[in-house]
Protein backbone atom coordinates (compact mmCIF):
# COMPACT_ATOMS: atom_id res chain seq x y z
CA UNK A 1 0.00 0.00 0.00
CA UNK A 2 1.13 3.42 -0.69
CA UNK A 3 2.29 6.63 2.40
CA UNK A 4 3.19 9.42 1.96
CA UNK A 5 4.74 12.10 4.33
CA UNK A 6 2.90 15.24 6.16
CA UNK A 7 5.26 17.19 4.60
CA UNK A 8 5.07 15.72 1.01
CA UNK A 9 2.42 18.53 -0.65
CA UNK A 10 0.36 17.48 -3.40
CA UNK A 11 -1.66 19.51 -5.74
CA UNK A 12 -5.18 18.08 -7.04
CA UNK A 13 -7.07 20.03 -9.28
CA UNK A 14 -10.95 19.35 -9.60
CA UNK A 15 -11.54 17.78 -6.23
CA UNK A 16 -14.46 19.72 -5.47
CA UNK A 17 -16.29 16.32 -6.98
CA UNK A 18 -15.64 12.76 -9.19
CA UNK A 19 -12.51 11.41 -9.53
CA UNK A 20 -10.84 14.28 -8.37
CA UNK A 21 -12.55 14.48 -4.77
CA UNK A 22 -11.78 10.83 -4.67
CA UNK A 23 -8.20 10.83 -5.06
CA UNK A 24 -7.61 14.49 -2.89
CA UNK A 25 -9.48 11.94 0.09
CA UNK A 26 -7.31 8.79 -0.88
CA UNK A 27 -4.10 10.97 -0.64
CA UNK A 28 -4.35 12.70 2.43
CA UNK A 29 -5.63 10.05 4.25
CA UNK A 30 -2.52 7.90 2.56
CA UNK A 31 -0.72 10.65 5.06
CA UNK A 32 0.14 13.72 2.49
CA UNK A 33 -0.62 17.28 2.69
CA UNK A 34 -3.81 18.06 -0.33
CA UNK A 35 -4.08 21.16 -1.76
CA UNK A 36 -7.99 20.77 -3.45
CA UNK A 37 -8.76 22.78 -6.18
CA UNK A 38 -11.87 23.75 -7.82
CA UNK A 39 -14.88 26.05 -9.11
CA UNK A 40 -17.22 25.47 -6.26
CA UNK A 41 -16.40 26.48 -2.70
CA UNK A 42 -19.28 24.66 -0.58
CA UNK A 43 -18.37 21.43 -2.41
CA UNK A 44 -14.39 22.28 -1.51
CA UNK A 45 -15.95 22.67 2.60
CA UNK A 46 -17.87 19.40 2.24
CA UNK A 47 -14.71 18.04 0.73
CA UNK A 48 -12.90 18.88 4.27
CA UNK A 49 -15.51 17.77 6.23
CA UNK A 50 -14.76 14.23 4.47
CA UNK A 51 -11.35 14.46 5.38
CA UNK A 52 -9.65 11.81 7.72
CA UNK A 53 -6.66 14.63 8.28
CA UNK A 54 -8.25 18.19 7.52
CA UNK A 55 -5.92 19.48 9.24
CA UNK A 56 -3.99 18.48 6.05
CA UNK A 57 -6.52 19.05 3.56
CA UNK A 58 -6.30 23.07 1.99
CA UNK A 59 -9.05 24.31 -0.28
CA UNK A 60 -8.44 26.73 -2.91
CA UNK A 61 -11.28 28.15 -4.87
CA UNK A 62 -9.84 28.39 -8.75
CA UNK A 63 -11.47 28.57 -12.16
CA UNK A 64 -8.02 26.70 -14.06
CA UNK A 65 -10.14 28.07 -17.63
CA UNK A 66 -10.55 31.67 -16.92
CA UNK A 67 -7.03 32.94 -17.57
CA UNK A 68 -4.48 29.66 -18.49
CA UNK A 69 -1.77 32.31 -18.88
CA UNK A 70 -1.77 32.87 -15.19
CA UNK A 71 -1.93 29.64 -14.12
CA UNK A 72 2.16 29.26 -13.79
CA UNK A 73 2.46 32.28 -11.33
CA UNK A 74 -0.70 30.65 -9.49
CA UNK A 75 1.15 27.93 -8.67
CA UNK A 76 4.13 29.84 -7.36
CA UNK A 77 2.11 31.45 -5.28
CA UNK A 78 0.77 28.25 -3.92
CA UNK A 79 3.89 27.13 -2.98
CA UNK A 80 4.95 30.38 -1.15
CA UNK A 81 1.87 30.10 0.40
CA UNK A 82 2.44 26.05 1.55
CA UNK A 83 5.41 25.13 0.33
CA UNK A 84 7.41 23.03 -2.63
CA UNK A 85 5.08 20.35 -4.26
CA UNK A 86 5.82 17.02 -4.71
CA UNK A 87 3.07 16.33 -7.37
CA UNK A 88 0.15 17.68 -9.01
CA UNK A 89 -2.74 15.09 -9.73
CA UNK A 90 -5.00 17.21 -12.41
CA UNK A 91 -8.30 15.77 -12.41
CA UNK A 92 -10.64 19.05 -13.41
CA UNK A 93 -12.06 18.34 -16.36
CA UNK A 94 -15.11 19.08 -18.91
CA UNK A 95 -16.95 16.50 -21.41
CA UNK A 96 -18.74 17.44 -24.66
CA UNK A 97 -20.52 15.22 -27.21
CA UNK A 98 -21.58 16.85 -30.01
CA UNK A 99 -21.78 16.32 -33.92
CA UNK A 100 -19.40 18.21 -36.27
CA UNK A 101 -22.20 19.56 -37.74
CA UNK A 102 -22.70 21.37 -34.57
CA UNK A 103 -18.98 22.20 -34.18
CA UNK A 104 -17.80 26.20 -33.76
CA UNK A 105 -15.02 27.49 -32.90
CA UNK A 106 -16.03 29.31 -29.98
CA UNK A 107 -17.06 25.82 -28.72
CA UNK A 108 -13.87 24.23 -29.04
CA UNK A 109 -11.48 27.31 -27.32
CA UNK A 110 -13.86 26.74 -24.30
CA UNK A 111 -13.55 23.01 -24.23
CA UNK A 112 -9.82 23.09 -24.99
CA UNK A 113 -9.14 26.10 -22.18
CA UNK A 114 -9.88 23.57 -19.76
CA UNK A 115 -9.05 20.19 -21.32
CA UNK A 116 -5.59 21.01 -22.67
CA UNK A 117 -4.78 24.87 -22.53
CA UNK A 118 -4.87 24.25 -18.37
CA UNK A 119 -3.01 21.69 -18.06
CA UNK A 120 -0.44 22.71 -20.01
CA UNK A 121 -0.12 25.88 -18.27
CA UNK A 122 0.05 24.20 -14.61
CA UNK A 123 2.62 21.20 -16.05
CA UNK A 124 4.83 24.77 -17.17
CA UNK A 125 4.35 26.06 -13.60
CA UNK A 126 4.87 22.62 -11.69
CA UNK A 127 8.02 22.41 -13.70
CA UNK A 128 9.47 25.54 -12.63
CA UNK A 129 12.82 24.74 -10.14
CA UNK A 130 11.41 27.19 -7.68
CA UNK A 131 7.74 24.91 -7.46
CA UNK A 132 8.47 21.46 -7.22
CA UNK A 133 10.28 19.36 -4.94
CA UNK A 134 12.79 17.86 -7.38
CA UNK A 135 14.14 14.30 -8.25
CA UNK A 136 10.90 12.25 -7.31
CA UNK A 137 8.31 15.10 -8.12
CA UNK A 138 5.65 13.92 -10.38
CA UNK A 139 2.03 15.08 -12.72
CA UNK A 140 -0.57 12.73 -13.19
CA UNK A 141 -3.20 13.97 -15.72
CA UNK A 142 -6.86 12.54 -15.96
CA UNK A 143 -7.06 11.70 -19.95
CA UNK A 144 -9.83 9.93 -21.14
CA UNK A 145 -10.10 6.72 -23.04
CA UNK A 146 -11.84 8.83 -25.97
CA UNK A 147 -7.83 10.19 -26.07
CA UNK A 148 -7.22 6.35 -28.58
CA UNK A 149 -10.23 5.26 -29.26
CA UNK A 150 -13.19 8.12 -29.33
CA UNK A 151 -16.90 7.28 -30.08
CA UNK A 152 -19.05 9.39 -32.44
CA UNK A 153 -19.11 13.01 -31.46
CA UNK A 154 -15.91 12.91 -29.45
CA UNK A 155 -13.84 14.52 -31.83
CA UNK A 156 -13.25 17.80 -30.05
CA UNK A 157 -13.07 15.99 -26.88
CA UNK A 158 -10.75 13.34 -27.70
CA UNK A 159 -9.13 15.46 -29.61
CA UNK A 160 -8.29 17.58 -26.61
CA UNK A 161 -7.37 14.51 -24.56
CA UNK A 162 -5.05 13.03 -27.01
CA UNK A 163 -3.47 16.35 -27.51
CA UNK A 164 -2.72 16.25 -23.65
CA UNK A 165 -1.70 12.43 -23.89
CA UNK A 166 0.78 13.66 -26.69
CA UNK A 167 2.19 16.79 -24.50
CA UNK A 168 2.90 14.84 -21.28
CA UNK A 169 4.69 12.14 -23.48
CA UNK A 170 7.02 15.32 -24.43
CA UNK A 171 7.03 16.58 -21.02
CA UNK A 172 7.96 13.02 -19.48
CA UNK A 173 10.70 12.94 -21.94
CA UNK A 174 12.51 16.69 -21.27
CA UNK A 175 12.10 16.11 -17.25
CA UNK A 176 13.12 12.65 -17.36
CA UNK A 177 16.84 14.25 -16.81
CA UNK A 178 15.74 15.60 -14.03
CA UNK A 179 14.04 12.62 -12.23
CA UNK A 180 10.40 14.38 -12.25
CA UNK A 181 7.51 11.92 -13.66
CA UNK A 182 5.35 12.33 -16.22
CA UNK A 183 1.89 10.28 -16.53
CA UNK A 184 -1.70 10.07 -18.15
CA UNK A 185 -4.53 7.50 -16.95
CA UNK A 186 -7.42 7.33 -19.87
CA UNK A 187 -10.61 5.90 -17.71
CA UNK A 188 -13.52 4.57 -19.64
CA UNK A 189 -16.78 5.98 -18.33
CA UNK A 190 -16.76 6.05 -14.49
CA UNK A 191 -19.69 6.97 -12.44
CA UNK A 192 -19.01 10.51 -11.88
CA UNK A 193 -21.97 12.90 -11.22
CA UNK A 194 -20.76 13.99 -14.61
CA UNK A 195 -20.80 11.12 -16.33
CA UNK A 196 -24.21 10.37 -14.47
CA UNK A 197 -25.41 13.49 -16.26
CA UNK A 198 -24.10 12.45 -19.67
CA UNK A 199 -25.98 8.84 -18.97
CA UNK A 200 -29.35 10.49 -18.67
CA UNK A 201 -28.97 13.20 -21.12
CA UNK A 202 -28.79 10.55 -23.98
CA UNK A 203 -30.66 7.95 -22.00
CA UNK A 204 -27.60 5.28 -22.62
CA UNK A 205 -27.90 3.38 -19.23
CA UNK A 206 -28.27 -0.23 -20.03
CA UNK A 207 -26.54 0.20 -23.28
CA UNK A 208 -23.42 1.42 -21.80
CA UNK A 209 -23.47 -1.12 -18.64
CA UNK A 210 -23.64 -4.10 -22.24
CA UNK A 211 -20.46 -2.60 -23.58
CA UNK A 212 -18.37 -3.20 -20.24
CA UNK A 213 -17.64 -6.68 -19.03
CA UNK A 214 -16.28 -6.03 -15.91
CA UNK A 215 -18.87 -2.91 -15.09
CA UNK A 216 -18.71 0.39 -15.23
CA UNK A 217 -16.13 2.39 -13.63
CA UNK A 218 -15.90 3.77 -10.14
CA UNK A 219 -14.28 6.64 -8.82
CA UNK A 220 -11.78 4.20 -6.53
CA UNK A 221 -11.02 2.43 -9.75
CA UNK A 222 -9.25 5.77 -11.37
CA UNK A 223 -8.23 7.62 -7.78
CA UNK A 224 -6.31 4.37 -6.38
CA UNK A 225 -3.89 4.14 -9.98
CA UNK A 226 -3.98 8.05 -9.70
CA UNK A 227 -2.76 7.85 -5.78
CA UNK A 228 -0.11 4.82 -7.07
CA UNK A 229 1.17 6.96 -9.62
CA UNK A 230 2.07 10.26 -7.51
CA UNK A 231 4.23 7.40 -4.64
CA UNK A 232 7.72 6.58 -4.76
CA UNK A 233 6.02 3.26 -5.25
CA UNK A 234 5.91 4.29 -9.35
CA UNK A 235 9.58 6.18 -9.33
CA UNK A 236 10.48 3.69 -12.79
CA UNK A 237 6.79 4.88 -14.97
CA UNK A 238 7.21 7.97 -16.81
CA UNK A 239 5.54 8.47 -20.59
CA UNK A 240 2.88 6.31 -19.92
CA UNK A 241 -1.07 6.83 -20.85
CA UNK A 242 -2.28 3.58 -19.25
CA UNK A 243 -6.27 2.45 -20.05
CA UNK A 244 -8.94 1.72 -17.71
CA UNK A 245 -11.18 -0.04 -19.81
CA UNK A 246 -13.08 -2.27 -18.19
CA UNK A 247 -12.95 -4.61 -20.70
CA UNK A 248 -14.93 -2.68 -23.13
CA UNK A 249 -16.68 -3.73 -26.26
CA UNK A 250 -16.78 -1.83 -29.15
Not at 21 to 37: D, E, F, P
Not at 122 to 127: S, Y
Not at 176 to 201: F, H, K, W
Request: charged share 20%; glycine share 10%; hydrophobic share 40%.
Amino acid sequence: MFHFRPDEIFLVTGASSGIGKGTALLINQAGATVIATGRDNSRLAALQEQSAESNRLHCEVKDLAENPDSLPNWLMDLKKKFGKLKGLIHCAGLTRTEPLSLTNYTGAVSLFSIDYFAPLLLAKGFADRRVNTGEGASMTFIASLASVRPDKGQGLYGGAKAALVNTMQVMAKELAGRRIRVNCLSPGLVMTPMAEQYIQDYNLGEKQKERYPLGLGRVADVSALAAFMASDQARWITGQNYILDGGLIG
